[in-house]
T-cell receptor, first 120, second 112 residues
Framework: AQKVTQAQTEISVVEKEDVTLDCVYE???????LFWYKQPPSGELVFLIR??????QNEISGRYSWNFQKSTSSFNFTITASQVVDSAVYFC?????????????????FGRGTQLTVWP | DAEITQSPRHKITETGRQVTLACHQT?????MFWYRQDLGHGLRLIHY???????NKGEVSDGYSVSRSNTEDLPLTLESAASSQTSVYFC???????????FGQGTRLTVV
C-alpha cells in the first residue's frame, strides 16, 4: 500500500533561517514519482516539483532544494533563507504505477502536510 | 491560458440535500480527480476518471458520485449531504497517469 508520512505537523522559523521539511514514503512499486505542493493561506495548491524513482539527483531551484534518497525512502525539501511569503502548508505526495495492491494508477497519495510559519 | 476552475467557491447546504460541485478544465487532460481536504488528513481521493465515460471510486467515495460525459468536466454529486461531508473539495487534472496534477481553487462546502 502507498503511504506518505510528514512527521512535522508545524514548523516555525524566523526569516532568513533555513528550514527542512521531511517526507518519508512507502510503496512496493519500483516506478513512482514524488511531488511537493505548496498551499498558501489563499488555499490553492501549487505544484513545486516532481521527481521520478530512477533519478536520485538533488535538485535546486532558487532558494528551494530537494533531497531524494531512495535508501531511506525520503524526499526532503529545504528552503534556504526563508521568507515570510514561504509561510504555507506544504504537502508531499506519491504517485505510483499502480502495481502495488491498493494503489491507484495516476492518483496522488498525499501526506498530511506541514504548516510552515516564517516570522519576520 | 489553460486552466481548471471549480464552482461554486463556497456553498452552504442542509443535511439531506443533493449538491453538485462543478469542475471544468481547458487543458484537454484525460485524467481528472476529486479530493477532499480535512484537517489532519491531508487530501484524500474521492473519485477519478481516466477519460470520457470512465469513472472510478477512490479512498473515500461513499456518498459521492461523478459522471464524465466530456473531456472538460467532472461534476461531483453528493447524493444526500451529511455533516461529515463538510470539507474543502479540490478538483485536479493531469495529462497522463504519471505526470503532475494541477488543481482548481477549491470549493468550501458546509453542510448544516
Amino acid at each position: 500500500a502507498q503511504k506518505v508520512t510528514q512527521a512535522q505537523t508545524e514548523i516555525s522559523v524566523v526569516e532568513k533561517e533555513d528550514v527542512t521539511l521531511d517526507c518519508v514514503y512507502e510503496t512496493r512499486d519500483t516506478t513512482y514519482y514524488l511531488f511537493w505542493y505548496k498551499q498558501p493561506p489563499s488555499g490553492e495548491l501549487v505544484f513545486l516539483i516532481r521527481r521520478n524513482s530512477f533519478d536520485e539527483q538533488n535538485e535546486i531551484s532558487g532558494r528551494y532544494s530537494w533531497n531524494f534518497q531512495k535508501s531511506t525512502s525520503s524526499f526532503n525539501f529545504t528552503i534556504t533563507a526563508s521568507q515570510v511569503v514561504d509561510s504555507a502548508v506544504y504537502f508531499c505526495a506519491l504517485l505510483s504505477r499502480g502495481v502495488d495492491r491498493g494503489s491507484t494508477l495516476g492518483s496522488l497519495y498525499f501526506g498530511r502536510g506541514t504548516q510552515l510559519t516564517v516570522w519576520p | 491560458d489553460a486552466e481548471i476552475t471549480q464552482s461554486p467557491r463556497h456553498k452552504i447546504t442542509e443535511t439531506g440535500r443533493q449538491v453538485t460541485l462543478a469542475c471544468h478544465q481547458t487543458w484537454n487532460h484525460n485524467n481528472m480527480f476529486w479530493y477532499r481536504q480535512d484537517l489532519g488528513h491531508g487530501l484524500r481521493l474521492i473519485h477519478y476518471s481516466y477519460g470520457v465515460q470512465d469513472t472510478n471510486k477512490g479512498e473515500v467515495s461513499d456518498g459521492y458520485s461523478v459522471s464524465r460525459s466530456n473531456t472538460e468536466d467532472l461534476p461531483l454529486t453528493l447524493e444526500s449531504a451529511a455533516s461529515s461531508q463538510t470539507s474543502v473539495y479540490f478538483c485536479a487534472s493531469s495529462r497522463d497517469r504519471m505526470t503532475e496534477a494541477f488543481f482548481g481553487q477549491g470549493t468550501r462546502l458546509t453542510v448544516v
